[in-house]
C-alpha cells in the first residue's frame, strides 16, 4: 500500500512539473506575419487573422515581401522591429508578448499598413 501511495505522489509531482513548465511559454504557436507585396500587411495563426493570443513566448515567421516596407511590433513602450525597409526574405524569430494591446505595421506606413490585437 505504501508503495502505491508513493507511486502516485511521484506521478503526479512529475505530471505538475511538466504542466507547470509550459506556462508562459507558446513557443509551439506559429504566427505568421506578412507584409508586401503591394500596402498590405497581416498578422495570422493557423491562417486566421490575430485578434487575441495569451500572454507568452511565440515563434513568428516573418515574411517581409517589399523592400519598402517593414514589419514591427509595439505595446506600452516595447517596439519589436522583425524586419527592416530594404530587406525582403523569410526568417523566424522568437517574440514575447506581455499583456496589453499591441499594434503591428510598416514603420514608413503606419497610418494605412497597421493592425491591432490582445493579450490576456
Not at 509550459?22 to 506575419?33: D, E, I, P, Q
Amino acid at each position: 500500500m505504501r508503495r502505491a501511495l508513493s507511486a502516485a505522489i511521484a506521478a503526479t509531482a512529475v505530471a505538475l512539473v511538466i504542466v507547470s513548465a509550459g506556462f508562459g511559454s507558446r513557443s509551439g504557436v506559429t504566427l505568421k506575419a506578412t507584409v508586401g507585396p503591394g500596402f498590405t500587411i497581416t498578422l495570422t495563426q493557423g491562417g486566421h487573422k490575430v485578434t487575441s493570443l495569451m500572454a507568452g513566448t511565440y515563434r513568428m515567421v516573418v515574411v517581409d515581401r517589399s523592400q519598402e516596407h517593414n514589419f514591427a511590433l509595439r505595446s506600452a513602450g516595447k517596439t519589436l522591429s522583425l524586419s527592416s525597409v530594404g530587406w525582403t526574405g523569410t526568417k523566424t524569430v522568437s517574440v514575447t508578448l506581455g499583456k496589453g494591446t499591441w499594434a503591428y505595421y510598416c514603420a514608413p506606413h503606419a497610418e494605412e499598413m497597421r493592425g491591432t490585437f490582445r493579450v490576456a
